[in-house]
């Protein structure tokens, strides 16, 4: 499989655009009515969003994000070694917690747009016309 220039800019586009929260085809209407419910059709241009399963990657890539942005960099700050464990917990366990309330919708919103971008809706593999129908 080549990655060309123009399908990276595809997936960049879906990536984008989903991760904005807006519908991966148009980039209009929003691609989420709810916290985390997938608008089964776009009212803007009519495209199925809710053809793209979108179950386990979200948590798994927030989870991932939430890590390297907000643990990792705690890791290195010397007051969380000298302090005691209840108020380093206390500051950083709303931190991280409002970050993964912030980025688990956007992230879902990203991995749709990824999904529209090659092309993966239910019960089909990228890349293969002649897969059959997994339920």
């Known amino acids: 499989m080549s ?3 123009a399908r990276r ?3 960049m586009t879906g990536l984008r655009r989903g ?3 807006h519908c991966p085809a148009c ?3 929003p691609v989420l009515h709810s916290y985390l419910k997938v608008t089964p059709t776009c009212p803007s241009c009519g495209h199925d969003n809710g053809q793209y399963p979108s179950d386990d990657a979200p948590p798994y890539f927030t989870i ?20 005691p464990p209840w108020l380093v917990l206390g500051l950083t366990l709303p931190l991280v917690g409002a970050a993964t309330l912030l980025l688990l919708p956007r992230v879902k919103g990203a991995v749709i747009g990824a999904q529209w971008a090659i092309h993966q809706r239910e019960g089909t593999v990228p890349g293969r ?3 059959p129908e997994v339920y």
Not at 74 to 80: S, T
């Open 3 to 5: 990655s060309s220039p």
């Open 64 to 83: 991932l994000l939430v890590g390297h942005l907000i643990v990792a960099p705690l890791l290195l700050c010397p007051f969380i070694w000298r302090w």
């Open 27 to 29: 980039g209009q209407a």
């Open 9 to 11: 800019a595809f997936m």
């Open 19 to 21: 991760f904005a929260g």
């Open 129 to 131: 016309s002649d897969a």
